[in-house]
């Protein structure tokens, strides 16, 4: 939001809008002690005078983060000493009032939804929009702080490992409680929260201090990352429901990752990726103990694995080979073809219009549990008193895929190939006339990606138990690419929240679920015009597209040359 | 050999039906060098706005022949072609113009988006408009007395009239392209924009509005395309424009992309060749249900060994 | 650097190490070069002169593989030279661009590192399991980028962005990398284009360090001045074809190739650049595309 107000009116009128803001943000704190909803069925009952509910309490941590930022300079800019010029005070205290108002809004607008009419809002909930509305008025007449230094401030390893570890346990805790949601009101405004306190850090700089700490302790970011998604299905109780949510959300999450290597690193337009899965899935379905399979070979899984992964870059080269020497576009539309021809002959392959393979529509259903090493991935067991379902099984093996996928990833981002690949994506003609074998590089992302799709389709195979055609048509494709481009082309990061966020709204807002396609073919279309790197950026990516951005380029050369974290080919990857 | 006229016949009007949604792709490629994803979509709209058109008079069934084909077909083609236009126009407008100077994959991901989008948007919100049928699955269209169904008996060969306005709309399309592009302000600043963009800015031509002539002319005769879709297969849906999109590109391919004339020949061979394969190749493959399979493989082999396409044009590669 | 100490200047005019002979090159109906020979031997610095149009960088393209060209061979230490830009590097001929193009979003030193591709193994499987080989290499790709940087002098830039360098350093960044491909001959094509007097005496010191390691230089220059300091030959090309060959002071003084310039007396030989680049010479954009 830019509401232009003069500076002269910004000074003259700095105390009186600070008190004001304070006012507003005193209002919305006092606001969750009143009731905000008549009916107890709307949001998680708001009913209570003195008893917030859960998501009050959430609610009121943006308020008291306003009236921190607004307070705390009052003491004095001298008793802050170098914090007074690290934190951005008054453009995080608009933050927080915008983030609270928007918080407020869709909570009212939950509440009006669901008890049919704002009539349903009680006294607590107006004080808490006036106060938010008062508050964001009041910011707007703050003078701008200038941008946080919190990043050039020194902090101690312990500090920085501490915070890695304690935001770990948030995400964690977010994750199990965002899914523990059933109700779309209340999932939206916890939804609404997050993103306002993820927007007030990013304002404040924590973000800035955090990439830096997290490229100082990549090790512990990465483990304990592991450590949090592996503990995950200890917070659930034993609830299916959820746990096969976020197995799939791991499997399309693997898949994103796959395409990402040949879209973000490459930069290459794969739109049949989501073949290469289904040729994975069938070819792990047809070796596999089901009754309904057609090959009467049946390896154990390990085998099946690379079988599958085998085919699906086998198809890859078929695919690359001839197209990938004429030219990036033509790459787009054979892959769509691609995916268009393998959808019909695994249609066609039903023993009438070809030989029986696939069982044609039917597809291939009883696909039987996984086991690898004698354990059955359909046993559910107990762990530390926390019962372990079926769906936390496959989460886990899908952890590790996705471990494995991030490796490959980053190994071959920070090495000769991955030079080679950016090379390519920047002048492709120029990396030739160095000696860069273009056509090789390119087959090698393009069936390389396809072999970790063939890898994950595998296990989707006994994950879903059956597989049918129809479950690997092209808008899965457009789906894939979808989550990469909102995740940030060539991140890790970037893709495993852009495939979060893609697979879990549709799963929690089931109202929404029809109009799914329609908005994800809206964001592509938003995302290139307003941000074509992505919700995480991964900072070359962002140079190029955005060319002609001279203050980029040169605040990213000056992280590099101060932080050398970033381009700097002998830190970046995993040592195994 | 009876068969393999009829087979000639049955590709001569499916190929025309691709060569009029070709020109599309050639036109917009030739001269921003952007694959429109959406122009299948384009296509798809066309057939939507001429049953809207149909709707709006009032559905007339009765119509008499003569009546039908003078004018109730040509208001139906209009009303697509304003309808198809108007959203090709705004796809340039909003999702691709924008794009211009960015990174080839900015508007190919952005061409994408708006496919999707405009598929979903027509199965959700068809149905919405007062007295409309429902988009979410396939829409019989409307029956135009004189060609739907009709029949034309010529020795042992049957043909359709709906064929015979499909070929018949492809002359008529290739001769107005011929007088547009040759004799007209606006057609020969598209060739000249397509062979030097830079240069045809210095000239004074504004390159803005080529690309928008581009797109609509591509628009209109998708359009046409659409109506004589529902005309020979009778019925419309939201998701026709995804395949023959893709058929219309492979011919655009064949014929070399960027190469008018060669988006009408790549057309005609594409169809020809798909209706040939579901007769003369052998066995289960031969089944018309592999017949789409042989049309990718067909672009594949082009790609291979011919990327310039049967009549040759600029091959594409801007590495 | 151990090539560095190999110093001193001689050419082997005994041994040839770039043999063009009777290459012609045809787009459509336009003959762009016709039937140029020439022979560069190791540790020369061969000058190629024209005014524009001259076919020059066309000829360039022919050489490094860019082009194939519709007649004629070109032979590298002895071999026939196989029509592919990457095989060209690997043979050992390098070259840098009329109009830079360096890869803008990577830093001074990755740019060099990719001129290494050829000359390095690393495979995808030593990458993804980090093997001892990615491990070496790395380390001594990184070490020989940084000697390289600094022999053209841009040690301290090593981290900038390419894009972010002044003009004159993109220049010799281009060269570093041209030089990490460890080519037997350079092939530099307009060197000191958009440069100041000082700017191009540099270039002419870094080139004579260049030949001093024991490479061979093709250079194509407009300047005058700074083709008769550095080259030991020199060849004219007007329209397409060769009009003289032979030691800078055969060309300089020959009456033809000032008539092919400015039709004017040597006195007013130019002794800068003309601004403008040649039109329809720049790389990959030849007459084939209209």
């Not at chain 1, 099984?393 to 920070?414: D, E, G």
């Amino acid at each position: 939001m830019r509401v232009v107000i003069p500076d002269e009116t910004k000074v003259r009128f700095r105390y009186p809008a600070r008190a004001v803001g304070i006012a507003g943000a005193v209002a919305m704190i006092v606001s969750i002690l009143l009731p905000w909803s008549y009916g107890s069925d709307a949001l998680d009952d708001m009913t209570f005078y003195g008893a917030p509910s859960p998501l009050q309490l959430f609610f009121v941590i943006l308020p008291v983060l306003a009236l921190l930022l607004l307070a705390v300079p009052l003491v004095g800019k001298q008793r802050l000493g170098r914090w007074a010029k690290a934190l951005a005070w008054n453009t995080s205290a608009k933050t927080a009032s915008l983030a609270a108002l928007g918080v407020v809004v869709v909570a009212l607008a939950a509440i009006a939804i669901e008890l049919g009419g704002l009539i349903n809002v009680e006294p607590g909930g107006w004080v808490a929009l006036v106060g938010a509305v008062l508050a964001v008025a009041a910011t707007l007449f703050l003078p701008d702080s200038p941008e946080p230094t919190l990043d050039r401030l020194k902090s101690p390893r312990w500090l920085q490992i501490t915070v890695i570890a304690v935001l770990m346990a948030v995400l964690l805790f977010t994750a199990a409680y965002a899914l523990s949601l059933d109700d779309a009101g209340d999932f939206l405004v916890f939804a609404a929260f997050a993103v306002g306190i993820v927007l007030v850090l990013r304002q404040v700089g924590a973000f800035a201090w955090l990439g830096l700490a997290a490229a100082n302790n990549n090790r512990v970011l990465v483990l304990s990352a592991f450590v949090v998604a592996f503990a995950f299905p200890f917070t659930q109780n034993g609830s299916d429901a959820n746990m096969s949510i976020a197995s799939q959300v791991l499997i399309f999450a693997a898949t994103a990752l796959g395409l990402n290597i040949v879209v973000g690193l490459v930069g290459l337009l794969d739109l049949g990726y989501i073949a290469f899965l289904g040729a994975g899935a069938f070819t792990a379905a047809v070796l596999s103990e089901s009754a309904f399979a057609t090959i009467d070979f049946h390896p154990p899984f390990i085998v099946t694995v690379l079988i599958a992964g085998t085919v699906a870059s086998l198809l890859g080269l078929l695919i690359g080979a001839p197209t990938l020497r004429v030219s990036g576009d033509y790459l787009a539309i054979v892959t769509l073809a691609f995916g268009e021809i393998f959808r019909i002959t695994m249609n066609n392959l039903d023993g009438s219009d070809g030989p029986n393979l696939t069982n044609g529509s039917s597809g291939i259903p009883g696909i039987p549990d996984l086991n690898l090493f004698g354990f059955d991935f359909g046993d559910p067991h107990v762990i530390l008193g926390v019962d372990i379902g079926r769906f936390a099984n496959y989460y886990w093996l899908m952890l590790v895929v996705i471990a494995m996928i991030i490796v490959v990833f980053m190994n071959l981002n920070y090495s000769r190939i991955g030079r080679g690949w950016v090379a390519i994506r920047e002048d492709e003609l120029a990396a030739e006339a160095m000696g860069v074998n273009t056509f090789a590089l390119k087959l090698l992302a393009f069936a390389g990606g396809a072999f970790l799709a063939g890898v994950a389709g595998a296990v989707k195979a006994h994950h879903d138990v059956s597989v049918t055609p129809e479950q690997y048509v092209f808008l899965e494709s457009a789906f894939l690419l979808a989550a990469v481009v909102l995740g940030g082309m060539g991140t890790v990061t970037g893709v495993l929240i852009g495939a979060t966020i893609l697979k879990l709204l549709p799963e929690k807002l089931r109202f929404f679920s029809d109009y799914r396609l329609l908005l994800f073919g809206l964001l592509m279309v938003f995302m290139m015009r307003f941000r074509p790197e992505g919700i995480i950026a991964d900072e070359r990516r962002q140079l190029e597209f955005h060319a002609e951005d001279e203050e980029l380029a040169t605040d990213v050369e000056e992280d590099l040359i101060t932080h050398h974290a970033h381009f700097n080919p002998e830190r970046k990857g995993f040592e195994l | 050999m009876e068969l393999f006229f009829q087979q000639l016949i049955n590709g001569l009007s499916l190929g025309s039906l691709y060569a009029l949604i070709a020109v599309g792709y050639t036109v917009v490629y030739g001269i921003v060098q952007l694959i429109n994803f959406a122009h299948g979509e384009i296509f798809m709209i066309g057939a939507f706005g001429a049953y809207a058109t149909w709707m709006v008079l009032g559905q007339p069934t009765d119509w008499s022949a003569p009546l039908s084909i003078l004018v109730l077909l040509p208001v139906m083609i209009i009303g697509g072609i304003i309808a198809s236009v108007t959203v090709a126009l705004l796809t340039e407008r909003l999702a691709y113009r924008p794009l211009r100077n960015a990174p080839r994959l900015a508007p190919l991901i952005s061409a994408i988006g708006v496919s999707v989008f405009l598929q979903e948007f027509v199965r959700l919100f068809y149905g919405r408009i007062p007295g409309f049928p429902d988009a979410k699955s396939a829409i019989p269209f409307p029956v135009v007395h004189g060609i739907s169904g009709e029949i034309i008996q010529l020795g042992g060969v049957t043909i359709q009239m709906s064929a015979v306005f499909t070929v018949g709309a492809l002359v008529v399309c290739t001769v107005f392209l011929w007088f547009f592009v040759n004799r007209t302000k606006t057609g020969r600043a598209m060739v000249a924009t397509s062979q030097d963009p830079d240069t045809a800015r210095l000239m004074g031509i504004n390159v803005d509005r080529v690309i928008m002539a581009a797109f609509a002319v591509g628009a209109g005769l998708a359009a046409i395309a659409g109506v004589a879709h529902g005309l020979s297969y009778g019925n419309i849906g939201f998701r026709m424009g995804f395949l023959a999109g893709l058929k219309a590109f492979t011919a655009a391919v064949l014929g070399g992309i960027g190469n008018i004339n060669g988006a009408v020949v790549g057309g005609l061979v594409l169809g020809v060749t798909e209706a040939m394969a579901t007769t003369f190749i052998p066995g289960q493959f031969g089944s018309s249900a592999w017949k789409d399979v042989w049309a990718f493989v067909l672009l594949i082999l082009v790609l291979v060994f011919r990327p310039q396409g049967l009549l040759g044009a600029k091959v594409v590669d801007r590495a | 650097m151990s090539q560095v100490a190999s110093a001193g200047h001689h050419v082997d005019t005994g041994t040839v190490l770039l043999e063009a002979s009777h290459v012609t090159m045809r787009f459509g109906g336009l003959t762009a070069v016709n039937d140029v020979s020439l022979v560069v031997h190791p540790g020369e610095i061969f000058g190629l002169i024209g005014p524009n149009g001259a076919g020059k960088t066309t000829f360039f393209n022919c050489l490094t593989g860019l082009y194939k060209p519709t007649s004629g061979e070109v032979r590298f230490a002895g071999e026939l030279l196989p029509p592919q830009p990457r095989l060209v590097v690997r043979a050992g001929m390098a070259r840098t661009f009329q109009n830079i193009r360096l890869f803008h979003n990577m830093t001074a030193l990755e740019n060099v590192m990719v001129g290494m591709y050829t000359r390095t193994k690393t495979n995808a499987i030593d990458a993804v399991f980090r093997l001892p080989r990615h491990r070496r290499e790395e380390v001594e790709s990184t070490e020989r980028a940084r000697e390289l940087l600094a022999f053209v002098g841009l040690t301290a830039s090593a981290d900038m962005l390419s894009r972010n360098l002044p003009y004159g350093d993109q220049r010799r960044l281009e060269i570093a990398r041209a030089l990490a491909t460890e080519p037997k001959l350079l092939l530099l094509d307009e060197p000191t284009a958009g440069m100041n007097p000082q700017e191009t005496r540099q270039a002419e010191d870094l080139i004579f360090r260049i030949r001093d390691l024991g490479l061979a230089v093709l250079v194509i220059e407009h300047d005058m001045r700074f083709i008769f300091n550095l080259c030991d030959r020199v060849c004219c090309l007007v329209r397409g074809e060769v009009l003289v060959q032979g030691s800078g002071d055969v060309v300089q003084n020959d009456p033809r190739v000032i008539e092919a310039y400015i039709g004017s007396p040597a006195e007013e030989l130019p002794s800068t650049k003309p601004a403008t680049p040649e039109p329809g010479t720049e790389d990959g954009e030849g007459p084939a595309d209209a």
